[in-house]
C-alpha cells in the first residue's frame, strides 16, 4: 500500500539525527573544512548516539536498520553538513560493506573497531569506487582482479576514496573475470603493486579527506575476498543511495538557507522572497528536490524490500543521478538567491556549492 | 512505513483501466484527432466498462478511502491510450469535486443520480471566462436572486465538454464588490433557458476534446442550485473553486504522466526497430542516456502524483503537493514529447510518429489549463512563505 511519510520510530531517530546537524554538524562545518577533517568530539558524540555503527549486535553494534532509516539520517547529518556527513558515512562504507559481503571471520576482525566506544572515534574506515570517471555506478568500475592461484592481481585505479589514506579497514571494488563480475577485497596494510596519493586541494567535500589509488600488477590472497557478491553488489548499491541522501540533504540545507534569507533582505520595500522573481526559483527547487527524495525513498524501499538486483541497481543509480543534479542546481540558486552575500564565506552557502559539485 | 507498492487490488484496477485504454481508445486515437469528434460507441463502451470497473472496484474495497489513489492510476492509463478521449468519458467529471465538497446531501442526491440510469451524461465545470483564468476574483459572470430563482449572466469560455454536459457547474459573482468572497458555484442545467453554447474551439492539441463557449443571458435556475456549502459560509463559493483544483490537479498530473509514458515507450520501441542503421554506437549511446533519464523523470513526476493523490485520501492538505505534481508534469509531458519527435525525426512517417507527434501537441496545455505553470510556481512559493505576501 502507497505511504508517504515515515514510521514514528523513524521519525525518532530522523529527529535525533536533525538535533546532532543542526546543534554539531552545521556549526562546525566551516572548521572541518579548514581542518580537512572531523573533530575528535564530534566523532566521540556520534559514537555514543549509535547512529555510525548500525553492525550487528555481536560485534557491539547498534544492530541494522532499514536504508530508508539509513536515508533519512544521511539527509539530516547533510542538511547539517554535507562534507562531514560524506566523512561519516564515507568511513561507514568500509564497515558496512564486510558486514553485507564478508565471511564471520572477516566480520568479526574488521567490524568491532567501529563499534567498541574506546575505538570507534578514530576508527576510519572506506570503500574505493569511482574511477576516472568519477561517477559512483557499477558500469564505471573497470579496475581487475584477476585469479591468479592462491591471489588475486589487482590492476587500476580509483580515485576520491573517502579516508581511503588513513583508513584501517579499506575495501576495494573491482571487476571480477566475467563481465557481470562485481568483487570486493579487504586490503592489506601493506600492498606492494599499491600506490596510495591523498587528494591534496580540492574543490569540495573539504572535511572528507581522500585519496587516489593506483594498482599495479598488486598481488593479495585470496581470502582477502568478500565472498558474499550479491553482498558486494548491495553494499555498492547502498553506498549510491546513500550519496543521493547526502546530496537530497545539501540541496535542503540550501533552499532554506536561501529562503530565510529571501525572507529577511528587503529590496526596494519589500523582502525579496516576495518578488516572483525570487519565489519561483525557491519554489522550482522544493518541487525538484521533493521529486528526487521521492524517487531516493524508492531505491531505499526496493533495497529493503529485496526487488531483483537489475532493478534494485537501476533504480539506486537513478535515485543517485537526480538527486546529485538538484544537489548541484539548488546551492547554486541559493547562492543566486543571496546574491553578493552568497559569495561570501561569512555564509555556508559558497562552501555547499562546492560540496555538491564535488559530488557529482 | 514508505511504500511504492500498490496493493494488488489497485494494481488489478490499473491494469483493467490499461486494457481500455488498449482496447478502446488506441486504435480510434489518431482518427478522433483528426475529424475532432467521437464516436457514439465510444462513448457507450466506456460507460458500460466503467460501470463494471467501477462497480468490482467497490466490492474489493468496502469503504476504504483511496478514491484519488484509484483516480489517479485510472487517468494515467486513460492518458496513455488518448488523453483528449479520457476527457470526454462520459460521468459527472469535473462537475463532482464542488458538488461533493459544497453541496448538501440532497443536492449531492438530486445532481449526481442523475449519472445513475445507465444513459449518457456529462458534466462540466465552468470558471474560466475571456477576461479571467487563474484570478477568480475578477470573474464578471453575475448571478442576482429574483424571487425563487437566480438570474445568471456573463460568459464562460474553454469549458470542456461544454456543449454535451447535462448540468454546468457555473461560477458567477453574486456581488463584484466582494472580490473573491462574493463568488459562487451554480448548478445549471443542459436546456435552461437562456443558456447557449457558442463557438466549439479550435485547439492544437487534445482536438478530440470538446472546448466550448457558453453563453448565458439573463439564465434562470432554481434557487436552490446554488452550492452554498455546508456551513454556508461566504467564503464557501471561492473556496469550492479552490478545492476543485487541488483535488483536479493530481489528476491532470497523472494525464501528463501518461502522455509522458507513451511517448517514451513509443521511442524506446522505435529505437529497438526503426533506428537508421547509419547511427553511430556514439550516437545510440546518447539517446539511450535520454531515454533513461526520461525515464527517471516520468518516475518522479508519477512519485509526486502519488503523493499528493495519497494525501488527499488521507485528508491531508495537499494544495503545495497538487501544485508541484501538476507544474513537475505538466513540464515534463512537454520535454518527453519534444524530445520523442526529435528523436524519431529521422523515421519513415508511420502509425507510432504520427501519434508522437499528436501527444507533442496534446501535451502543451498541460503546462496551462487548471493554473499555467507559473501559477503552480506562486501557490507553491505562498504555501512555502505563508507569513509574506507574495502579489
Redesign the interface.
Known sequence: ???????EEQEEIRSLAHSLATEQLRPQGRASEKDGDISLALMQTLTRTGLTSPFPELYGGSGPIET?TYALIAEELAYGDGGLASNILGSMMGPLTVALAGSEEQQEHAIPPFCDPQTAPTARGSLAFAEHTGGYTLAEITATARRDGDSYILNGSKRNVIHGAQSALRVVLLRGEGPQSLLAFILPEQLAGLRISPDLEKLGLLAAPSASYTFEQASIPADALLSDQNGVLRAATLYAILRAAIACGTARAALEYA?DYA?ERVAFGR?I??Y?GI??I???T???L???R??L??A??NWD?GVDNATLVRDAE?AQ??ALKIGKAATIDALQVMGGAGFIQDHPVEMWMRNAAAME | MINFTLSKAQEAFRDYAHQIAVEEMRPISLECDRSEKIPDTFFWNMQKRFWAGSAAQARQQGEERQQNVLSMLSQEEMAWGDAALSTAIPGPGLAAPPILSQGTSEQQQRFLSLFMDGQLHWGALALTEPGIGSDVAGMSTTAVLDGDEWVINGQKHYITNGARADLIITFATVDKSLGRDGIRPFVVPKGTPGLSVGRIEEKMGLRASQTAELLYDNCRIPRENLLAGREQSKKAGFKAAMGTLDATRPMVGALAVGIARAAYEATVQWIKEELPRGYSSFKRREIEDELEEMRQEIQMARFLVWRAAWMADNRMPNSKEASMCKAYAGGLVMKTTAAAVRITAPGETSETRLLIQKWFRDSKVFDIFEGTAQIQRLIIARRMFPRVEIP
Open positions: 500500500m502507497l505511504h508517504f511519510s515515515p514510521t530508508i529562503s525572507r523582502p522572497v516576495s516572483q519565489a519561483f525557491i519554489a522550482e522544493a518541487m525538484k521533493d521529486a528526487a521521492l524517487l525513498w524508492n531505499a524501499s524490500k537513478a543521478f537526480q
